[in-house]
Each structure stands twice: as C-alpha cells, then as structure tokens.
Nanobody, 115 residues
Framework: QVQLVESGGGLVQAGGSLSVSCAAS????????MGWYRQAPGKQRDLVAL???????DYADSVRGRFTISRDNAKNTVFLRMNNMKPGDTGVYYC?????????WGQGTQVTVSS
C-alpha cells in the first residue's frame, strides 16, 4: 500500500513564496509519475504540476513560470516550490502518484494566499 504524506503549506501574502513536499512510504518514486493537484472551495480538483520518472515536468498554465516541481528519488520525496503567489492559488494541495494508471492521494495540505 502506498502512503503519501504532505508537509508545508500555510498562509502567505500575495507575491510571497511557499513550498510543499510529499514523502512516499516506500521506494516508488523513480518508477512513476507524481505531481500535485489543488482544490479550491466549491471547485473541482485540478492538476497543478507533474513530473515523470525521467524528470519531465508539466504545469497548469496558471502556474507556469511561478511554480517548480522537483523530485528526490533517494528521499522518496517530491517538492513544489511556489513563487509570486496569488490569491487564486489558494486551496488544498494534494500530492499524487500514478500507478497502473490509477492515482493514489495524500491527505492534502492547505495553502492560503492573502491579498
């Protein structure tokens, strides 16, 4: 069974920076796509960023150029660095790993950007 534990998040002012990280319970990182979704109140969960086993990254248009996803396979951890944050970045950020086409989720961490 895969367990993903997010950390980081919190409250930041618009224009500020924040990082979140996600640690997996076992060594799976190097083999699977991982990434982050976020869910704002009353809205669906949307993809923010992903990173493939080869390290290829992709981002939602709304965060491209401001957010950076990275992974440390030795530590079974994926990171999301968020810069120049906007109130629209507010939401619960969920880490995921995609195994066999199915996503496995972390418990989520709240990120709030004040204007």
């Amino acid at each position: 069974q895969v367990q993903l534990v997010e950390s980081g998040g919190g409250l930041v002012q618009a224009g500020g920076s924040l990082s979140v990280s996600c640690a997996a319970s076992r060594t799976i990182f190097s083999n699977y796509e991982m990434g982050w979704y976020r869910q704002a109140p009353g809205k669906q969960r949307d993809l923010v960023a992903l990173i493939t086993p080869r390290g290829t990254t992709d981002y939602a248009d709304s965060v491209r150029g401001r957010f950076t996803i990275s992974r440390d396979n030795a530590k079974n951890t994926v990171f999301l660095r968020m810069n120049n944050m906007k109130p629209g970045d507010t939401g619960v950020y969920y880490c995921y790993v995609r195994i066999g086409g199915n996503p496995y989720w972390g418990q989520g961490t709240q990120v709030t950007v004040s204007s």
